[in-house]
């Protein structure tokens, strides 16, 4: 199963927020978090080990704008999906959103399974995006980079093309097992002449780089004749 993704929602409307955790939770590919605030928000994001891959951000909160903590957010050089929840659909209200950088909006009343959908999407198009960053147990993936941050060392690991292409394929399967010709067809292409051979040669290179005992795997792990990553193997205790 793919590891549930970090998403903070800032809403002041109890009901309304305690609704999205609750069913965001039971959806299963969420992990919600939650703010009252613009205030509190701000103080969740400003904790060095927070992480959140979107963010749900009602337009009328006590203590700002919405919009301008959605422009706020943009200019600190934030760069995950944020979807807006406005309370009227007024076209202006909506322009004015998107102009703060917002990257969809969803109505009020809204169904869930419409959320859950916009969420996704512009996960999906983030995922490929030059901003993408992914959390490989303890490093920052930036596939655009080919790089891994190791911000509790503060150390950064190059990758070469391939590696980097086969980190990003396992991170998508969801912690499932790749069988090496898959794996080798969708980072060499399926007409290449390379052999299974080649690919646990990267692998192996790959695995001194990433792991921190390279003799006991724990994040890149041999499973059912091919590779599966761990990416919540090795991070710190939350
Ligand atoms: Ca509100």
Not at 6 to 23: G, N, Y
Not at 166 to 183: H, M, N, T, W
């Amino acid at each position: 199963m793919a590891t549930p993704r970090p998403i903070l929602i800032v809403e002041d409307d109890a009901a309304l927020r305690s609704t999205l955790v609750e069913q965001l939770a039971i959806d299963g590919d969420f992990a919600a978090d939650e703010a009252e605030s613009a205030g509190e928000a701000e103080a969740k994001l400003a904790n060095a080990n927070a992480r959140y891959d979107a963010i749900l951000l009602d337009i009328g909160l006590p203590d700002a704008d919405g919009r301008d903590f959605c422009a706020k957010l943009r200019r600190e050089g934030r760069q995950m999906p944020i979807i807006m929840l406005t309370g009227a659909d007024a076209e202006a209200d909506i322009i004015r959103g998107l102009d703060a950088g917002a990257n969809d909006y969803i109505a009020k009343p809204f169904r869930l399974p419409e959320l859950l959908a916009r969420v996704r999407a512009q996960l999906r198009v983030f995922d490929n995006s030059e901003d993408a960053v992914f959390t490989v147990g303890p490093y920052l993936f930036r596939p655009s980079a080919k790089l891994l941050m190791e911000p509790a060392r503060n150390r950064k690991i190059r990758l070469t093309d391939k590696e980097s292409a086969i980190l990003k394929f396992l991170y998508r399967a969801g912690g499932k097992p790749v069988p090496r010709q898959i794996l080798l067809n969708e980072v060499w292409g399926y007409n290449s002449a390379v052999t299974t051979h080649t690919l646990e040669t990267h692998i192996y290179r790959l695995r001194q780089k990433i792991e921190p005992d390279p003799s006991h795997t724990r994040l890149l792990l041999t499973e059912a004749g091919g590779y599966k990553l761990d990416p919540v193997a090795g991070n710190p205790p939350a």
